[in-house]
């Protein structure tokens, strides 16, 4: 693997971990606690294809051995990703069962064997048990690898059995600078864009350079235009665009946005704001809206998007327009 290959925020983690393995000092088990976005998938298939690997070079795998091909094809024999099958909302324990019976063999190629969990939090309480009286005694040279967003969607005994890596966002310069490299069709965006861009993703480039190649992007200005006018003369003009695929992302543009204009009641600095390419838009709305309507309005929203997230047999339109009924309420109380 050529250095330039991973991301650059997720570098010192990897040469970390493989610092490790060469010492003799790794774990058997690791997880790997991020933000989706950050590109954690990609450091993990480079861990497993160095593990692999019949030619290191040093720290790196030499991508074009017969095992990093396999692995790259998703096809390794010594490989076990874990998933929840279609239609299955949890890993079930006959996974894990099943996994036991795999390990327990002699490997196909070399001596490791690996196990992988792009998705932890999918584990139920049979499963996560039968994987902890696994890692109790784990089969030599058999190695974890769990994903998730926080170590306690997973059971306390089983995360105090790993080794966890926090992955955080990286700075925002390094961001912005690798944005600016990676943006489509030679894309020339103001700073203040994909600074904004940045962070209404959470400080994650990869969900943030998606948005910023998105046509959704570029209906963006239109769309806060749109929102000012309907305060003022009718809310639900809003519907015919709420109410299609992108639901979550309007929806949290509307909230970052109004998080932004409570900031600029309360006299914060502008360079704190998530939206710093829309100030003209963040001053007509606190010219028309009160601090307290304001928190009113935040609420329901983020009541209306945990509800979309949750039920997904739920009719859209209806949620929507009651969304929009109870904004307007609040607004013209």
Same mark, same amino acid.
């Given at each position: ?149 926080n170590k306690n969607e997973l059971l306390?005994?089983?995360?105090s059995r790993c080794q966890i890596w926090? *992955?955080?966002?990286? &700075?925002? %310069?390094?961001? @912005?600078?690798? #944005?600016?490299?990676? =943006?489509? +069709? !030679?894309?020339? $965006? ?35 235009? *749109?929102?000012?006018? &309907?305060? %003022?003369?009718? @809310?639900?003009? #809003?519907?015919?665009? =709420?109410? +299609? !695929?992108?639901? $979550? ?35 007509? *709305? ?7 309507? @304001? ?19 739920i009719n859209h339109k209806l949620i ?14």
């Open positions: 693997m050529k250095k330039n290959l991973l991301y650059p925020w997720l570098r010192d983690y990897y040469s970390e971990i493989i610092y490790q393995f060469q010492k003799k000092k790794n774990y058997t088990a690791y997880i790997f606690c991020s933000l989706n976005g950050l590109g954690i998938t990609s450091l993990i298939l480079e861990l497993i294809k160095w593990i692999f690997c019949i030619n290191k070079q040093q720290i790196y795998s030499c991508s074009i051995c017969n095992n990093c091909i396999l692995v790259k094809k998703n096809i390794h024999p010594d490989l076990y990703i874990l998933q929840n099958k279609m239609k299955q909302i949890y890993i079930g324990i006959d996974c894990i069962r099943s996994l036991i019976d795999k390990i327990s063999q002699t490997p196909h190629k070399g001596t490791s064997k690996i196990i992988w969990f792009p998705n932890s939090k999918k584990l139920n309480d049979f499963s996560s048990n039968a994987l902890l009286k696994i890692l109790e005694e784990p089969p030599k040279n058999t190695y974890f690898f769990l994903q998730c967003n306390p005994t089983i995360y926090d *992955i955080h966002p990286p &700075s925002e %310069k390094i961001s @912005i600078s690798w #944005l600016i490299k990676n =943006l489509q +069709n !030679n894309q020339v $965006l103001k700073k203040q864009s994909i600074k904004s861009a940045l962070r209404i993703c959470n400080y994650t480039p990869i969900n943030a350079l998606y948005l910023l190649n998105n046509n959704i992007w570029e209906n963006r200005n239109i769309f806060y235009n *749109i929102l000012v006018s &309907s305060f %003022k003369k009718d @809310i639900m003009n #809003l519907l015919s665009i =709420l109410d +299609n !695929n992108n639901i $979550l992302f309007y929806l949290d543009w509307i909230y970052l946005i109004l998080l932004d204009v409570i900031k600029l009641h309360l006299k914060i600095d502008l360079k704190f704001f998530y939206n710093l390419d829309q100030i003209s838009v963040i001053y007509k *709305i606190s010219n028309i809206i009160f601090i307290d309507k @304001i928190i009113l309005m935040i609420k329901k929203i983020l009541f209306c998007k945990k509800i979309l997230i949750k039920i997904d047999t929507i327009i009651n969304l929009l009924l109870s904004l307007d309420k609040i607004y013209k109380s």
